[in-house]
C-alpha cells in the first residue's frame, strides 16, 4: 500500500547534536512538507518542498534544514542551533490539495536529554 | 494575514450526545477547507474537506460539516458521538494558488464520557 514512513518512531537528542528525521513517500506524489506540532499550538510549517531539488522555508525554520534529491524523500535535520526541539514532527505530501488534501505520516517523537 | 482559529482548545461531551466543533478562518478569498482528526501519537487522517458549491459536506466515520461564508466559519459536526472519537480535530485552510500550504487551527480535544 502507499504512504508515507516516518523514522524512527522516537528519537532522542543530547544538546549540541544534529538528527535526522527521515521521511520517504512511495505515493509518486510531488509536494512534500514538514510541520512541528507542540501542544496547544496546532501545526507550524518547517519546510516545504514543491518539486525535487527545490524547497523554501516555512513559518518557522530556524534552526532546521531539509534536502530534496530524491522524490520520494525529504529528510529534515535538526540543528544544535534549534533551541527548543522537544516536539513531534509530521511529514506530509501531496499531488493535488483540491482533490486530496495532504496525506500525512504517523510521526517522529524527538525529545532532547 | 492567512488564519484558521478554533476557539475552543478542549470539549468533553458525553456518548451518544451530539456533537458541533468550531473553526473560523481568515482569508482575502474564500479557502479550501479542511478537517482532520489526529489519536495520539499519530498522524493525521482527513476527515472531510470543501471546496465549493453545496455548503454542507459529508464526510468519513459519519462527520458532516458546513461552510458559512457569512460567520467566516466551517464547523464539524456529528449527530451522536461514539467513544472512539476520542481524539484531536484539527481545521485546515488553503488557497489553491502558490505552494498551496495549509494553515492549522490550534487543535481541539474532545472527551468522551460513558
Known amino acids: 500500500d502507499g504512504g508515507i514512513t516516518q523514522s524512527p518512531k522516537y528519537l532522542f537528542r543530547k544538546e549540541g547534536q544534529n538528527v535526522t528525521l527521515s521521511c520517504e513517500q512511495n505515493l509518486n506524489h510531488d509536494a512534500m512538507y514538514w510541520y512541528r506540532q507542540d501542544p496547544g499550538q496546532g501545526l507550524r510549517l518547517i519546510y516545504y518542498?514543491?518539486?525535487?531539488?527545490?524547497?523554501q522555508k516555512g513559518d518557522i525554520a530556524e534552526g532546521y534544514s531539509v534536502s530534496r534529491e530524491k522524490k520520494e524523500s525529504f529528510p529534515l535535520t535538526v540543528t544544535s542551533a534549534q533551541k527548543n526541539p522537544t516536539a513531534f514532527y509530521l511529514c506530509?505530501?501531496?499531488?493535488?490539495?483540491?482533490?486530496?488534501?495532504?496525506?500525512f505520516g504517523s510521526g517522529t517523537r524527538l525529545t532532547v536529554v | 494575514a492567512q488564519s484558521v482559529t478554533q476557539p475552543d482548545i478542549h470539549i468533553t461531551v458525553s456518548e451518544g450526545a451530539s456533537l458541533e466543533l468550531r473553526c473560523n478562518y481568515s482569508y482575502g478569498a474564500t479557502p479550501y477547507l479542511f478537517w482532520y482528526v489526529q489519536s495520539p501519537g499519530q498522524g493525521l487522517q482527513l476527515l472531510l474537506k470543501y471546496f465549493s458549491g453545496d455548503t454542507l459536506v459529508q464526510g468519513i466515520k459519519g462527520f458532516e460539516a458546513e461552510f458559512k461564508r457569512s460567520q467566516s466559519s466551517f464547523n464539524l459536526r456529528k449527530p451522536s458521538v461514539h467513544w472512539s472519537d476520542a481524539a484531536e480535530y484539527f481545521c485546515?485552510?488553503?488557497?489553491?494558488?502558490?505552494?498551496?500550504?495549509?494553515?492549522f487551527g490550534q487543535g481541539t480535544r474532545l472527551t468522551i464520557n460513558p
Open positions: 518542498s514543491q518539486i525535487v531539488n527545490d524547497f
Open positions: 506530509a505530501s501531496s499531488i493535488a490539495v483540491s482533490d486530496y488534501g495532504y496525506t
Open positions: 485546515a485552510g488553503t488557497l489553491l494558488q502558490g505552494a498551496q500550504k495549509l494553515v
